[in-house]
């Protein structure tokens, strides 16, 4: 692994920041104080800015190089079908996206047979959305406070051409309180009576707003940036009942989750669960081109045989997403990558934060599993109070400063380094966390 310097622009960090900064409208930013750190070239679990300057990215980006960056099969793969076909409509058939749809679908429960591929996840979740109103004909979707589903929703309702009925979708969204112990809404102070009173709570829930009235709970398997719960036993497993109980459509969102992250190919393989749609993205094809989707169950697939699903997008199984699935399942498969995140997550990063914890006086808790982990930090483990934006900012200038990407949401450090990351450089990473927590402790 070598710094390559961008060839085209070779400009410097301070050049590229402002020239991004200040034609570029950000993401989730206020514009006027924004100093973006430039990123021109990776490898595996590194990235490099515009003046050689190596970071060890515990981000994997926004949580999707689950194969690390620059992967050469992947690479590859979408170079040859650039040269072959670069765009095609959906309408048309395809071998590459056929063969995507096909090794997804093998990765799935047995009673899924089809693929809708979308541009990323939030539209994965508005066309899962979409299904169950229309399969069940009802109008509610109950999705729980601490999740992230995407950033879409009113462009169908502002639509006015056929094509907005039945897609109004900015109504009847119902949150509720999901299973989170160590902030427990419910009282509960065992994983077990956190998993009862949640499941009673959505229950009640339900029965409050009519089953009925009810088309869908949407659940992130493993809420990511909301903070990494992982659900206790048997939580989905009652979401599953309640759901066969009402008539409810069940869609696990596997966008962040999936594909590795947990140390599973699918978060819900660890949890004896199958959902009726599941929705996907990063994590299938790292993120090389934008892409993402709803794995259909046959039940729901079938409704539509002969009844048009009233939906599409003109890059719905674009050739490069599609050769560059094809690829990246191909190289996880063969190169063991989903296994090294479990061992990984279980050998090294598992052990080397719960030692953290007991050290940093900062550390509220961590949890996780594969390479999807959460260090929450408080300013009294009593209260459990969260440190302060101000405390956060702080850490994330230190990490940086030594090397180390982070992922920061609110009070926490997410670790969430490429599903690649060697054990020599997750030791990196946590030796890098750890000296920061020591010197934030210092003041
Ligand atoms: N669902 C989950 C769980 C996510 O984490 C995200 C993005 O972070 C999304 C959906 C939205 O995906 P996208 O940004 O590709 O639209």
């Known amino acids: 692994m070598t710094f390559v310097a961008d060839p085209v622009t070779a400009l410097s960090n301070a050049d590229i920041s402002e020239a991004d900064r200040s034609r570029v409208f950000h993401s989730w930013s206020a514009q006027g104080s924004l100093a973006p750190m430039p990123i021109v070239s990776g490898s595996g679990s590194v990235v490099w800015d515009a003046e050689g300057n190596e970071y060890l990215d515990f981000s994997s980006q926004l949580v999707n190089v ?10 590859q793969a979408i170079r040859e079908q650039a040269e072959l076909l670069t765009t095609v409509a959906p309408a048309h058939a395809n071998a590459t996206r056929a063969r995507a749809a096909k090794m997804i679908i093998e990765l799935a429960p047995e009673g899924f047979e089809k693929v809708f591929f979308t541009n990323g996840g939030a539209d994965a979740n508005e066309n899962a959305i979409r ?6 004909g009802r109008d509610k979707v109950i999705s729980r406070y601490r999740s992230y589903h995407g950033n879409t929703g009113a462009a169908i309702v ?9 897609n109004e979708y900015a109504r009847g969204h119902v ?24 499941l009673h709570h959505l229950e009640r829930v339900i029965q409050a707003e009519g089953a009925s009235t009810i088309a869908a709970i949407l659940l992130e398997t493993v809420p990511g940036t909301a903070g990494v ?5 048997g939580y989905l497993a009652g979401v599953r009942e309640i759901c066969d109980r009402y008539g409810i459509v069940m869609i696990l969102d596997e966008v962040m989750a999936g594909f590795g992250r947990t140390g599973e190919w699918f978060a819900f393989h660890a949890h004896d669960v199958t959902p009726d749609l599941i929705t996907f993205a990063k994590g299938v094809n790292s993120g090389y081109v934008p892409v993402g989707g709803v794995i259909i169950s046959d039940a729901i697939a079938h409704h539509f045989d002969d009844t048009v699903f009233p939906g599409g997008l003109t890059y719905s199984g674009h050739p490069l997403a599609a050769a560059s699935i094809v690829a990246a399942l191909g190289a996880m498969r063969e190169e063991g990558i989903v296994d090294n995140a479990k061992r990984i997550g279980a050998e090294v990063i598992g052990p080397r934060l719960a030692e953290l914890a007991e050290r940093h006086e900062i550390v509220g808790e961590v ?3 594969g390479v999807f982990w959460a ?8 209260s459990r109070t969260p440190v302060t934006p101000a405390t956060m900012g702080v850490i994330k200038a230190a990490l940086l400063s030594r090397g180390l990407l982070p992922f920061i949401a609110d009070n926490r450090i997410h670790v ?13 990473g946590l030796d890098i966390i750890d000296a920061v927590l020591a010197d934030v402790a210092r003041g």
């Not at 502002?158 to 039945?166: F, Q």
């Not at 009282?187 to 949640?198: D, L, N, P, S």
Request: charged share 25%; net charge neutral; with cysteine.
């Open 158 to 166: 502002a639509t006015g051409d056929w094509r907005r009925i039945p």
């Open 367 to 369: 949890r996780g599993s």
């Open 416 to 428: 969430v380094p490429p599903c690649v990351v060697t054990d020599a450089e997750a030791h990196r």
């Open 175 to 198: 949150h509720v309180f999901g299973p989170y112990l160590y902030r427990s809404e419910f009282w509960a102070t065992t994983e077990q009576e956190e998993c009862a009173r949640a």
């Open 229 to 233: 719960m992982t659900p206790p036993k």
């Open 66 to 75: 689950n194969i690390g960056h620059q992967h050469p099969k992947v690479v």
């Open 375 to 382: 260090i929450e930090l408080v300013s009294d483990r009593e």
């Open 131 to 136: 299904m169950a109103r229309l399969v069940t």
